[in-house]
């Protein structure tokens, strides 16, 4: 290990070879933290990491220390790597064990190091006939504790020694029954089997062969197991990290994503069979010689498919949802609901006058009035499909069409639901908890004649609502209109009756101008127009979503009785009205 005390053992042949003591001398056993070697920069396999500290890049100021390069749990994490530079051509790292087991093992020194990296750029070489690869630019993101490091100069370092401390020492052959007696323990440690070991028995094994021997048995099961995908904390390899960066790209391209993140920019010119090979080779699948049926079926039994069209076509439906609603949807106030069943909209009245207490007197009791209105959510959904030609010819138009159309159906089944709660009864709205509809003369918001909206009669309006009261019939509560609500018929003559002008006298000055908010909804007729208050102050109507799915929702699943894929778009939406005290209508003429 690099930077260990080193003693030097003299061999039956005169050969010298080096030793380095077991424990690393700067292990802190309170702390469990020691310095190590990450990389020698010698070759490995005919590899080399480059050192240069501008030919790596650390992806974190602090790194994980893994078990043996695990990353199917979180339990694998055993430690941190932090403070990483280069000092003498070589990578060191502080690194701190948090592990009991792992740290006792550390400080017994039966445990290397290794790191696990990605390569950008190689540069190629020969040395001595052979060729050598050395990794010019490469990323580092975790460090592992392994029982057998690949690098030779890695490991945990010792305090330096003066060169005094080099020593000449006379070799003691260790005799056969300690050689097995040793390459059994290596077996053990390593999970190696007996059978393994019986065999380098067999075959007089010293122990530096068997070691060789244990370092290629470790490296040949690993080669055999099936790569496993997972991450500790936030990684760029994460494959669900990986399929909502796609998901962000395919959204961005349908017009679903306005801006698109920085980390999803190089995946928006893919198209969607790209982007699912991209997603299936994160998860370790093979995709390399796959056809587009093939590579699609896959991508369906793992999720992949309806996942990244699910997400994407439902930001593109949220897009094409908001744009279509009505502009009714101004005059509501927005709730939720957390079941369907009739939901109660209780209005407080106002509570009895206060009253002169006289000296030693008693105070009396007092009560408020109240009126309950109700209402509903209920849901509204259709599928729809899209074709395996679709599918397997990438046709990204036809899909990100499929998701706008079922926004604006979602849209139009809300704005519907809407406008007919306010037309309903020719225009006068439903029917109130007191049995008379929204706009009645005993509810005072109401004309008795129609005519054009104009400054008398906007006046008209304007005068009832400021003159409402309470539910006791006697409290005034100033209801202040704020909205103008038409028909495309009459949106001329409103817009001219709330409008700004210089006139020639200050008599004529028109006192609407900027009090009134128009709006215009098409699919009203008729000349009937509406006052309404702001429904932040005073509400009239109210509509709720299901807690649970706030607007419409887009589900997806393979296609039973199409070829291809079915979505599904489910909208669990209803509205009432819940006061009249808020609005005013006029029949208009």
């Known amino acids: 290990m690099a930077g260990q005390t080193e003693r030097f053992l003299t061999m039956p042949d005169g050969m010298l070879t080096r030793a380095a003591p077991v424990g690393p001398r700067t292990f802190d056993p309170a702390t469990g933290r020691v310095t190590a070697v990450l990389s020698s920069g010698l070759p490995v396999r005919g590899e080399i990491l480059s050192t240069d500290p501008t030919a790596y890049v650390v992806a974190a100021p602090r790194l994980p220390l893994l078990d043996a390069h695990r990353r199917d749990s979180i339990c694998a994490v055993i430690g941190h790597v932090e403070n990483i530079r280069t000092e003498a051509g070589q990578i060191v790292a502080d690194v701190t064990v948090t592990d009991e087991a792992a740290r006792s093992m550390v400080e017994a020194g039966t445990l290397g190091i290794s790191v696990g990296y ?76 007996a059978p393994w070991a019986d065999a380098q028995i067999d075959a007089a094994a010293d122990l530096p062969a068997a070691r060789d021997a244990a370092l290629a048995e470790i490296e040949r099961r690993a080669a055999a197991t099936p790569p496993i995908r997972a991450h500790v904390g936030s990684s760029n390899d994460d494959p669900d990290v990986i399929r909502t960066r796609l998901s962000d790209a395919l959204a961005h391209r349908m017009g679903g994503l306005t801006e698109l993140p920085a980390e999803a920019v190089q995946y928006r010119g893919l198209g969607v069979h790209d982007m699912i090979r991209t997603a299936l080779a994160a998860r370790g699948e093979r995709v390399i010689g796959l056809s587009v049926e093939a590579l699609m079926g896959r991508a369906m039994v793992t999720g992949d498919l309806p996942n990244l069209l699910q997400s994407s076509g439902h930001r593109t439906l949220l897009g094409a949802y908001s744009t279509a609603l009505s502009p009714v949807f101004g005059l509501f106030r927005q709730t939720t609901a957390t079941d369907f069943r009739t939901m109660s909209r209780i209005r407080m009245g106002e509570m009895d006058a206060l009253e002169k207490v006289a000296e030693n007197g008693e105070i009396t009791r007092g009560g408020f009035g109240e009126v309950a209105e109700s209402y509903k959510v209920e849901t509204f959904a259709r599928i729809i499909g899209l074709g395996r030609p679709a599918l397997i010819n990438d046709d990204l138009g036809a899909f990100a069409q499929m998701a706008q159309i079922q926004g604006r159906a979602a849209a139009e089944k809300q704005n519907a639901t809407a406008v007919t709660l306010l037309t309903t009864g020719s225009g006068l709205g439903p029917v109130m908890s007191d049995g008379v509809r929204l706009f009645h003369s005993t509810h005072g918001n109401v004309s008795g004649s129609g005519a054009v909206p104009d400054a008398t009669t906007l006046a008209a309006g304007v005068l009832a609502m400021r003159t409402q009261k309470g539910i006791d019939g006697a409290s005034p509560i100033n209801a202040t209109p704020s909205f103008l609500l038409v028909s495309p018929a009459k949106e001329t003559a409103a817009r001219q009756a709330v409008a700004a002008f210089y006139p020639a006298t200050a008599s004529a000055v028109n006192p609407l101008a900027g009090s009134l908010t128009v709006l215009v909804e098409a699919r009203l007729t008729g000349n009937r127009w509406y006052l309404f208050a702001d429904p932040a102050a005073l509400p009239v109507f109210e509509y709720a979503y299901l807690a649970s799915a706030p607007g419409p929702q887009l589900e997806s699943r393979a296609g039973w009785d199409v070829l291809g894929m079915e979505f599904r778009v489910v909208l669990d939406f209803g509205c009432g009205a819940i006061d009249h005290r808020g609005s005013y209508t006029n029949a208009g003429a």
């Open 118 to 193: 990605s390569v950008q750029r190689w540069r190629d070489d020969t040395r001595d006939g052979a060729r050598i690869r050395t990794a010019t630019a490469w990323r580092l993101s975790e460090a592992s504790l392994v029982p057998i490091a690949a690098d030779p100069g890695s490991g945990f370092r010792s305090d330096p020694m003066p060169d005094s401390s080099l020593s000449i020492e006379p070799h003691r052959a260790q005799d056969r029954a300690e050689v097995n007696q040793s390459i059994r323990a290596l077996s053990t440690r390593h999970n190696l089997g």
